[in-house]
Structure formats: structure tokens, C-alpha cells
């Protein structure tokens, strides 16, 4: 069960002292089936710190506009984000200039589901992710990643890159920048 069900399950002291504390609700998975809306969670987080985790099992479903709404909008609060990039979040993203800034963000994971490799992406290129320490990146085109990546990355693990297959100078170009890579 997840930790804020049982820990709302051990007495009525507990229920309330969770339901009252921001920090509790600040982990978020975002699932489809899960019985409490993200709403709930973002609201009753307050102003904590959040980690929202899309699970690798619904990678393949898109988010409702109105959670990506929520999530870019609380970017802010962002610490550690894992999810599939679409061309919804996009879109969404290049409506708004600055909305995909998240000074606090230290930890990305993301699959990409667009399946172009001609697409740009100048909004995520501009996003300003100061501590990004940690990225992830599966299924990504070359063009994605090189918007993904930030000169304060210590960790870069890529997995399954998409589209055509790049030069290993276009990969020294990527990797020289990143002076802090472990």
C-alpha cells in the first residue's frame, strides 16, 4: 500500500497528523488508476517540495491536459520529475515561455513518446533547471537530449536513443560541456 494510506491506517492521531502534514503529500505517482486524484495530492502537499513519478507501466498513456496544466504550473516545487514527454507537454510548454522553469528540480527521468526526430525543442533547451544533477533519458531523439542536457549534470545515463545514428564527434560536442559528469 502506498505509505500515505498506512500511515492514515494506524489510529485517528496519525489520520489527522498526515492529512495535516505537506511533506506526506508531496510524493506523487501519477497513475491512472489511482484512486486519489493528483488534485488532492497537490493541494494537500501545500508548498512542500514535490516528487512527481510517472511509473514505466503508463509511459505508453498520455496525462490529461489538466494534469500537465497542474504539473508545469508547480514546476517550481519540483525536485525530482519522471515522465513521458509528449507532444501535449510540449505544446503546453512553448504556450507559456519560462513555464517548464524549475529551480529546484535536481533528478529528470523521461521517456520520450514523440516519435519524430525532426522536432525542436527550444522551450526545454531555455528551461532553467540550475541544480539538475541527475538526467535519464529513454527512447530520446539526439535533438531532445541535447535540450535536456545542463552543464551542472553529474549523472547522464541514456538508454534506447531514437532517430538517426550520430557521429561520435556530435557526442563529444554533447559531453564536452559537462565538466561535473562522474
Avoid at 13 to 19: G, M, Q
Avoid at 109 to 136: C, D, E, K
Wanted: aromatic share 8%; with cysteine; charged share 15%.
Amino acid at each position: 500500500q502506498p505509505h500515505w494510506i498506512v500511515i492514515t491506517l494506524v489510529c485517528r492521531h496519525w489520520r489527522e497528523v498526515a492529512l495535516r502534514t505537506p511533506r506526506v503529500w508531496g510524493y506523487i505517482l501519477l497513475r491512472s488508476r489511482d484512486v486519489i486524484p493528483f488534485s488532492t495530492f497537490r493541494t494537500r502537499s501545500g508548498r512542500a517540495p514535490l516528487t512527481i513519478i510517472q511509473p514505466k507501466s503508463d509511459y505508453q498513456r498520455s496525462l490529461p491536459q489538466e494534469m500537465l496544466h497542474a504539473i508545469i504550473s508547480e514546476s517550481h516545487r519540483i525536485q525530482e520529475l519522471s515522465l513521458a514527454l509528449t507532444k501535449s507537454l510540449v505544446r503546453l510548454s512553448e504556450k507559456a515561455p519560462g513555464s517548464l522553469d524549475a529551480a529546484h528540480l535536481h533528478t529528470l527521468t523521461v521517456y520520450s513518446a514523440i516519435p519524430s526526430t525532426r522536432i525542436s525543442f527550444p522551450t526545454i533547451s531555455g528551461a532553467h533547471w540550475p541544480v539538475l544533477s541527475s538526467l535519464q533519458c529513454s527512447s530520446a531523439s539526439f535533438a531532445l537530449l541535447q535540450a535536456l542536457v545542463r552543464s551542472s549534470l553529474t549523472t547522464l545515463k541514456v538508454e534506447r536513443l531514437s532517430g538517426p545514428w550520430q557521429p561520435a564527434v556530435a557526442w563529444v560536442n554533447l559531453l564536452k560541456d559537462l565538466p561535473h559528469l562522474e
